[in-house]
């Protein structure tokens, strides 16, 4: 079934998505960083998501070569600015070249380091709120990641995490797999969260069966 959901992707974007961002990925490839980008068709999701929340202001955390960055800082637009975090200055190194080569390098601003300890110092220079946070780094933190998320965004905003549903394991409450765990974990947050509302989404594609959690942050009661 894995290679009927990969060839799918293939078409869709051979007839959809176009090949927009692929430069990176085969930088990222000949850099000998980790396949774990969102796939195109995701990258593309992603940049729609962002154009239709208006969004200018961006914080992605986990930056990896920089390909979900570059489709999200396609969305801002010229005076928009996505801030992005990454563990990894050998990817945060590729992360900034593919995205002065696409053109959009101006609008990233990169930081490295664990995203907990580079959070702080985001909120502090945070002039106003972040209109779309994308979390896509170490799954056990997701949780602490919408905590802060929440600290950083404004009611409307978007929250979006990728990879909770785990090829379907997110189901098992028995699970003893951290990143289960923490799925189970973000999931309940999500629901127990009076200044969200979110759902979760299961995707198939190339890269197997996984699904991302959508949230927005609430206004005030009424
Ligand atoms: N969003 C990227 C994309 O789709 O192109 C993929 C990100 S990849 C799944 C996860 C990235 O998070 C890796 O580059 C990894 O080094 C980084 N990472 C892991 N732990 C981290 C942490 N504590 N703080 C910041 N980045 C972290």
Redesign the pocket.
Known sequence: MTNTWADVDSYVVDTLVGTEGSP?LAA?AEAG??A???SPP??KLLNLLARTAGARRVL??????????EWLARAVGDGGLVVT????PR?AKVARENLDRAGVGARVDIRV??????LPGVAEDATEPFDLV?I???KV?NSNYVQWALRLTRPGSVIIV??VVRGGAVVDEQSDDPNVRASRELIELLAAEPSLDATVVQTVGAKGWDGFAYAIVNGPAS
């Open positions: 990176a990222n960083l980790p774990i980008d969102v995701q990258g992605e955390i986990g930056t990896l070569g920089g390909y979900s960055t975090l990454e563990f990894e990817h380091g664990a995203a907990l300890d580079t994308f896509d780094a170490d933190n990728d990879n």
